[in-house]
């Protein structure tokens, strides 16, 4: 300890404050790797290309060529590049032809599958054609633009109060101007001057 003693006052206080930041840098370094150790291991436990999204207010379109094909906005979504899949909440949006609205949509839940170009909607889907056709059903498939657009499960289609039909199924027609209806169907028409 006698060198201690022969040291000046300043050389003290600066091995001093050595001391205590490397204390300092010590115990952080121990503390960082006790609350860590759990996290590389569940890293490498999870697919390490695998990237998840929370989102609030998701937006998605498809547009080629300055056409755009389809928008969905979904009020809540996740997003997993695994499968290439988004899913929504609350989801609204458009089908286009030629830049104009051809159809429009809602439901409480829905899909986009960026490997499989497919959108799936389901509970409570509800559909507007640019004619005034409507159209609800438990679910919704859309499989590219050339594709009819399948609805299925308790199918209703009514249109301007003088048509009426339910049905398993509905194919929508990829140019949105007809529909065929499959299964188990019932059709009605009115008469516009008896409704009034």
């Known amino acids: 300890m006698n060198w201690w003693s022969n040291l000046s006052k300043k050389k003290k206080a600066y ?11 010590l115990w952080a370094f121990i503390s960082a790797g006790v609350i860590t150790h759990d996290f590389n291991r569940s890293q490498l436990s999870v697919d390490k290309d695998r990237q998840e999204a929370l989102i609030n207010g998701i937006i998605l379109t498809e547009t080629k060529d300055e056409k755009k094909y389809w928008e969905l906005y979904g009020e809540t979504g996740a997003y997993d590049s695994t499968n290439e899949v988004a899913m929504m909440d609350n989801v609204i949006g458009n089908f286009y032809k030629e830049n104009k609205v051809a159809m429009s949509f809602q439901s409480s839940k829905g899909t986009y599958n960026a490997a499989k170009k497919t959108i799936v909607l389901y509970q409570d889907t509800f559909v507007v054609l640019e004619d005034g056709t409507t159209l609800k059903a438990d679910r919704l498939r859309y499989a590219g633009n050339e594709q009819p657009i399948i609805a299925t499960g308790n199918v209703k289609i009514t249109r301007d109060n003088n048509f009426l039909a339910t049905a398993d199924e509905v194919m929508i027609s990829p140019d949105f101007t007809s529909f065929k209806i499959k299964g188990n169907t019932t059709s009605k028409m009115y008469d516009t001057k008896e409704i009034k």
């Open 15 to 25: 091995a001093g404050a050595f001391v205590v930041l490397a204390s300092i840098m």
